[in-house]
T-cell receptor
């Protein structure tokens, strides 16, 4: 069963625009919500993460917004650059973390110059 | 610093052959994970180990798949016999033990093609 729904599947944004990727989850026991970035031929790498006691976290041009009541979290990329073109995955884990992460299906982002 | 080395990076084999994928985490972890990535199913967790002990292998698709971790520095994922539907990119990842940030460090993957 799908515990997290990620959208859109693919996204094209003009350079300098805002890229927005959304994830909706079902299980309220999740305690950690990271976003991973993957370039072709590479493994996913952590981009930014948030815990449910915080509504927003910003790191440079990347922001996570978390809506606990709606069970949604989103990634915003401000001033999108061609180098941001990659596949982005939302993920979640339940308490403890030693049992790894479950990932969304991914969003293929293309930033057009 | 935690890092993960996977081999081979690319493997092309024929249906029915045995495939062994290898993972060498560098240091600083106590949990190791095997994921499979396909276009249709995304990233799927196959199995994970804590302190070299398999904890959950419910993601392993069939008995044809097996994984071992004989020590903290080495793990293998074996497929025998392989089938075309096993074609995917297989990733090994580790979780840092201390401090526990929750961050998974992935290798660059092994791309498997079964003809």
């Amino acid at each position: 069963q799908q515990q997290v729904k990620q959208s859109p599947q693919s996204l094209i944004v003009q350079k300098g625009g805002i890229s927005i990727i959304n994830c909706a989850y079902e299980n309220t026991a999740f305690d950690y919500f990271p976003w991973y970035q993957q370039f072709p031929g590479k493994g996913p790498a952590l981009l930014i993460a948030i815990r449910p006691d915080v509504s927003e976290k910003k790191e440079g041009r990347f922001t996570i917004s978390f809506n606990k009541s709606a069970k949604q979290f989103s990634l915003h990329i401000m001033d999108s650059q061609p180098g941001d073109s990659a596949t982005y995955f939302c993920a979640f884990r339940t308490g403890g973390g030693a049992d790894g992460l479950t990932f969304g299906k991914g969003t293929h982002l293309i930033i057009q110059p | 610093d935690a890092g993960v080395i996977q081999s081979p990076r690319h493997e092309v084999t024929e249906m029915g052959q045995e495939v062994t994928l290898r993972c060498k985490p560098i240091s600083g972890h106590n949990s190791l994970f095997w994921y499979r990535q396909t276009m249709m199913r995304g990233l799927e967790l196959l199995i994970y180990f804590n302190n070299n002990v398999p904890i959950d292998d419910s993601g392993m698709p069939e008995d044809r798949f097996s994984a071992k971790m004989p020590n903290a520095s080495f793990s293998t994922l074996k497929i025998q016999p392989s089938e075309p539907r096993d074609s995917a990119v297989y990733f090994c990842a580790v979780l840092k033990s201390n401090p526990g940030t929750g961050e998974l460090f992935f290798g660059e993957g092994s791309r498997l093609t079964v003809l």
